[in-house]
């Protein structure tokens, strides 16, 4: 089944303590993104990619890390989480930028204390 | 700050009413996608539109894209408490940049 998938779903944590969300997809999509979705906001782009070893902020990078070494992964890391990154985050994949729909994933709710 | 604005923020129809949701963004968009998210699900893929004035439908759904290319509707015909959910215009800027930027999202609650 294609698919985008994330993992944790849920997550409290501490300030400062970092954490890593994962996100894969076996589509073979070359574009990946990461949003977090916060109350009449609707959904920002923290950071995308658009191949392996090729990424790019988004509207709201800070805080936050990419990497995407392989092309079905593309985690994402808070390398010292404070409480205004506290979220909804979703992965998204497409086959590539420009007029193709983006496939989502399930989304991590992250909460930082 | 936030540059795709969708109003209204949130409408309540009762079952069998029309709905419209827009999307007004302040610089040209290359392409206007619209999504929908269930109450505590993410977001789907509704449609695309690229070209300057386009219309589309699909069933009771009609999606209009500005011949500006700055401006979108969403227009449900006839309401049903399965269209209840969070719809969000998106698209890319024409200036270049392969980020995509999202509206506000419209919630839709639909009374039966």
């Known amino acids: 089944e294609a698919q985008v998938t994330q993992n944790p779903r849920y997550l409290i944590t501490v300030t400062g303590k970092k954490l890593t969300v994962t996100c894969s997809q076996n589509?073979?999509?070359?574009?990946m993104s990461w949003y977090r979705q916060d109350p009449g906001l609707g959904l920002r782009q923290i950071y995308y990619s658009m191949n392996v070893e090729v990424t790019d902020k988004g509207d709201v990078p800070e805080g936050y890390k990419v990497s995407r070494k392989e092309k079905r992964n593309f985690p994402l890391i808070l390398e010292s989480p404070s409480p205004n990154q506290t979220s909804l985050y979703f992965c998204?994949?497409?086959?590539?930028?420009?007029?193709?729909?983006?496939?989502f994933g399930p989304g991590t709710r992250l909460t930082v204390t | 700050g936030q540059q795709v604005m969708q109003i209204p923020q949130y409408q309540h129809v009762q079952e069998g009413e029309d709905f419209t949701t827009y999307c007004n963004s302040s610089t040209t968009l290359s392409n206007i996608q619209w999504y929908k998210q269930r109450p505590g699900g993410h977001p789907v893929f509704l449609i695309q539109?690229?070209?300057?004035?386009e219309v589309k439908k699909q069933k009771r759904l009609t999606f209009q894209f500005g011949e500006a290319k700055k401006n979108s509707s969403l227009h449900i015909t006839a309401t049903q408490t399965t269209d209840v959910g969070t719809y969000f215009c998106a698209g890319i800027r024409s200036s270049g940049t392969y980020k995509y930027i999202f509206g506000t999202g419209t919630r839709l609650k639909v009374l039966a």
């Open positions: 539109l690229v070209k300057s004035g």
């Open positions: 998204a994949s497409s086959p590539r930028i420009g007029q193709y729909e983006q496939y």
């Open positions: 589509m073979n999509h070359e574009y």
